[in-house]
Nanobody, 117 residues
């Protein structure tokens, strides 16, 4: 069982930046991919960005060019640098770990990001 703990959320004005961190209790290198998802009030959880064990990244169209996902295998950390934040980025952001061979991913408890106009 791996525990994921997110941090770095908060309140920021539109146009500002935040850096989210995800600390894993075990080796993130053992996972197929790590990712960030978000869920806004009244909406379904959606993909924000993923990064594979090999370092390949994938982003939702809505955040391309503004957000950057990265990982530090030595520290078992995953990051999401969010720039040029918009009000529509307001959501709870979740860290996830996708396992090799399928099965339900691991999830963190989430961190709130609120972008004010």
């Amino acid at each position: 069982q791996v525990q994921l703990v997110e941090s770095g959320g908060g309140l920021v004005q539109a146009g500002g930046s935040l850096r989210l961190s995800c600390a894993a209790s075990g080796s993130i290198f053992s996972f197929k991919a790590m990712g960030w998802y978000r869920q806004a009030p009244g909406k379904q959880r959606e993909l924000v960005a993923t990064i594979t064990s090999g370092g390949s990244t994938n982003y939702a169209d809505s955040v391309k060019g503004r957000f950057t996902i990265s990982r530090d295998n030595a520290k078992n950390m995953v990051y999401l640098q969010m720039n040029s934040l918009m009000t529509e980025d307001t959501a709870v952001y979740y860290c996830s770990a996708a396992r090799w061979g399928g099965g339900s991913p691991y999830w963190g408890q989430g961190t709130q990001v609120t972008v004010s106009s």
